[in-house]
Every structure is written in structure tokens, then in C-alpha cells.
């Protein structure tokens, strides 16, 4: 599962996070909400008139600052688990019916916890892209957290949700390895293909939803991480980089979709699914609707110039917001109507005909 991300938007924290100040004719409007990637604050100024060197924000101190939300993330992760179990213990999850020798609570408990982390992970990257684009995009007037909290809660949610999906990639591999056969070095070997390769697990959906979660995971790794690094690959490219973590969300509840046996059947969870990116998708249309960077804006179309910007760039920007607004629509057909694309559900007495392989 999920996600990403990773995080969505600019990563600030309480602490000043950058040292970069916006390109000449890139000037904030007044009113421009800018990040502290953008316009770091001055904290910790010294009241006698000199002023003392923000500190850094460091992956070390984030890590130390994420470990409330990390514990949060795991009460939610065990009663998730718990959920998962009373549900199959109960006949009443459609994964039974999915595969019905997953009744076997103890025999694969292993694998439902697999599935309450990425069920976690889905929600804290959801949360992290929320935040990322609240911070940079318009926001409410009025939240109940300080810009600077914001950005912090932002990048510590966006450091759990790499982890959680990590726990989610690895408790389906030991989940591999507990029922094979072969001989330990064996089943190793074939765990990590399945688990970590791309294509290596063949059978039945998982042959493109696994590559579309490794590809998630593979991508929320370096996006999450490189905000640590942006003085040495310099803030523009850093957020060029950092915009494509919309993408490790995307395909994280793609990878749901396509194989949480949760929501394996048209139903009322899948749709929920669905109707819980209309936000995501308002949030990203208002973001590049007003954007921060007046360069970002979109004004009338000038002339091409030889830097690559005006009319090429104006059609570009343009095009997106069509594309956000179009996607925003096609999710609000698909929550009013309930073809959600999930499969029909099948008949009461049906045991051992759906295999999800």
C-alpha cells in the first residue's frame, strides 16, 4: 500500500528548513503563502539587536520529533489488526470469500497484519498529502495548528508512512517465506523477487498490482528523503523533485484498489475509498488554481521566450488544471453512481470458486 509519500508540498518545521529565497521576478505577492522552503523564518532571534543562526532541520531530529505520530500510527495499525481479525473470524470480510483458506486466523495472521500496515500507511500518506497541499496551496483561515506545526506534522507523517509501508512490503515477504517449502535460503530468494522485484510475483492481479505497490514504495523512499538533502541538489530541483509525490499517493491507492481483498467487491468501503480522494483533488485544483509563486500563476499567455517560458508554459499550466478538475469530476461520477470498478459480489454459497492468487 501507500503510500508515498513522501509528502505533497513543501516540507517546513518549526525550524527555519532552508536558506533559499525566491528567484528575481519569482517575488511572493503580499499574501503569498510560502513555505520556510521558500522564506525561512527567524527563529530564535536575540532580543539584544544581533541575530543568532537558525538552526537546521536535520533528518535526525525530525526522526526524534516522529516518534509520537510513529505511536499513534501503531495503536491505529493494532486496531486495525484486531478489526481485520474479529471480521474473518466472523465470516463477515469479503476476504474469506476472496480466499476462503484465509479463515485460518493463526495460520496467517502474519499476512493480516501485512494488511493493517498498508491499511495505516494509505491513511497516513492521505494525511500527508492533505497537509502538503493545505501548506502549499490556500488554506482555511483559521487551523488549529501554527504554520510552522503544520510543516512539522507534514514531514513526520510523510517519515511514518515511508515506514509503515516498508512494514507493510516486509510483513508480505516473511508472509511468503512462513509458507513455502523449499529450504531457507530458497525461500528467501523467492520471497524477496516476489515481495521486491518488479514482476517477479506472476500469479493472477498481483501481477500488476505488486509492481504498482514496489513502485510506490520505491519512489516514497528517495521523494521523502531528499528534502534532507535539498542544500546539496538545490531547492529548485528539490521541488521540482517533491512535486511527483502526488504520484507515490496515486499509485498507492491504485495498489488498494487493485488488491486489498478489503475492497475486493463493489460495496460501500470501496466507494468510501474513492470518495475520500475528492479532498486530495480539491485541494490539488485550489493549490494550482493560486499558487504561492506568482510565476506559477496563471496570467495571460505571452510570447515564448528563450529561457522555455510564456506561451508553451502558460498552455502547460493550463492544461493541468483542466486535467485536475476533469480527474475531480470522474471521482464525483464514480462515488454518485457506485461503479467503482470493484467486482460483483458473489453468491452466498459460494466457498473455494474465487481465487485471488
Do not use: C
Not at 533559499?20 to 517575488?27: I, K, S, V
Not at 491499511?119 to 502538503?132: D, I, S
Amino acid at each position: 500500500m501507500k503510500p508515498p509519500p513522501a509528502s505533497a508540498a513543501s516540507e517546513p518545521g518549526d525550524t527555519p528548513v532552508s536558506s533559499e529565497r525566491p528567484a528575481p521576478g519569482d517575488t511572493p505577492a503580499p499574501g503569498d503563502d510560502l513555505t520556510s522552503a521558500d522564506a525561512p523564518e527567524a527563529v530564535g532571534a536575540a532580543v539584544t539587536g544581533t541575530e543568532r543562526r537558525p538552526a537546521r532541520t536535520t533528518l535526525r531530529s525530525d526522526l526524534k520529533a516522529s516518534l509520537p505520530d510513529g505511536l499513534v500510527a501503531l495503536v491505529v495499525t493494532a486496531a486495525v489488526f484486531a478489526l481485520l481479525l474479529a471480521r474473518i473470524r466472523a465470516k463477515t470480510s469479503s476476504t474469506v470469500s476472496v480466499m476462503p483458506f484465509m479463515a485460518d486466523v493463526e495460520g496467517f495472521w502474519m499476512y493480516f497484519l501485512s494488511q493493517a500496515f498498508g491499511w495505516a500507511a494509505l491513511l497516513w500518506a492521505w494525511v500527508t498529502v492533505v497537509l502538503g497541499l493545505l501548506l502549499s496551496g490556500p488554506r482555511p483561515g483559521r487551523l488549529p495548528l501554527s504554520g510552522p506545526r503544520l510543516e512539522r506534522l507534514h514531514r513526520t507523517t510523510s517519515l511514518n508512512t515511508i515506514a509503515l509501508i516498508a512494514a507493510h512490503a516486509l510483513l508480505f515477504a516473511a508472509e511468503l517465506v512462513r509458507h513455502d517449502t523449499a529450504r531457507w535460503h530458497a525461500r528467501l530468494y523467492t520471497a524477496f523477487v516476489e515481495a521486491f522485484v518488479p514482476g517477479g510475483y506472476d500469479s493472477g492481479t498481483g501481477q500488476i498490482a505488486i509492481p504498482v505497490g514496489q513502485a510506490a514504495l520505491y519512489l516514497a523512499v528517495p521523494l521523502g528523503l531528499l528534502f534532507y538533502v535539498r542544500h546539496r541538489i538545490g531547492p529548485k530541483t528539490w521541488r521540482v523533485l517533491h512535486r511527483f509525490v502526488i504520484v507515490v499517493y496515486v499509485l498507492s491507492v491504485w495498489h488498494t484498489l487493485l488488491y486489498g481483498t478489503n475492497v475486493w467487491y463493489d460495496g460501500w468501503f470501496r466507494t468510501t475509498i474513492w470518495l475520500l480522494q475528492l479532498p486530495i483533488a480539491a485541494l490539488l485544483l485550489a493549490r494550482l488554481l493560486r499558487p504561492a509563486r506568482r510565476s506559477e500563476r496563471l496570467s495571460r499567455p505571452v510570447p515564448a521566450t528563450p529561457g522555455g517560458g510564456g506561451r508553451p508554459a502558460w498552455s502547460l499550466r493550463l492544461a493541468g488544471r483542466l486535467a485536475v478538475a476533469a480527474i475531480a469530476v470522474a471521482i464525483l461520477a464514480v462515488v454518485l453512481t457506485g461503479r467503482d470498478g470493484g467486482r460483483s459480489i458473489p453468491p452466498a454459497d459460494t466457498s473455494s470458486t474465487h481465487n485471488h492468487d
